[in-house]
């Protein structure tokens, strides 16, 4: 198996774990170049906020789309999003990546800015 199937499998197992909660969830992608960050309702058919690194409001703040800066920044960004939609809890979905890193600052930035998990 490759990196990207074995991410994927990760991803599967979370998902489906999410998926038994019924909550809404916080799903975080990453790229070499960008961080994505998505609410998506309990049926997973509805994306609620969105916010990433192509965003002219976050590019403004930031040199480089793929550093933990620019996640920290995406992080904050999701969260105040989230609170103009009404949403406090999520559940984190890191797509299979490990929590490390640019996930990790993401994650920190959207706790810190009011999101629970």
């Known amino acids: 198996m490759d990196k990207n ?7 599967r197992k979370t998902r489906a774990r999410i998926a038994g909660l019924k909550v809404v ?47 920290a920044a995406v992080g904050k960004r999701i969260a105040e999003k989230a609170k103009a939609a009404g949403i406090t809890a999520v559940a984190f979905d890191r797509s299979g990546f490990h929590y490390h890193g640019r996930v990790k600052a993401l994650a920190d930035a959207a706790r810190e800015a009011g999101l629970e998990f």
């Open 5 to 11: 199937q074995t991410r994927l499998r990760r991803a």
């Open 25 to 71: 969830r916080l799903s975080v992608h990453r790229s070499n170049s960008h961080i994505y960050a998505q609410i998506i309702d309990e049926t997973g058919s509805k994306v609620l906020a969105s916010a990433s690194t192509l965003e002219v409001e976050v590019r403004k703040d930031i040199a480089n789309g793929g550093n933990v800066a620019a996640a």
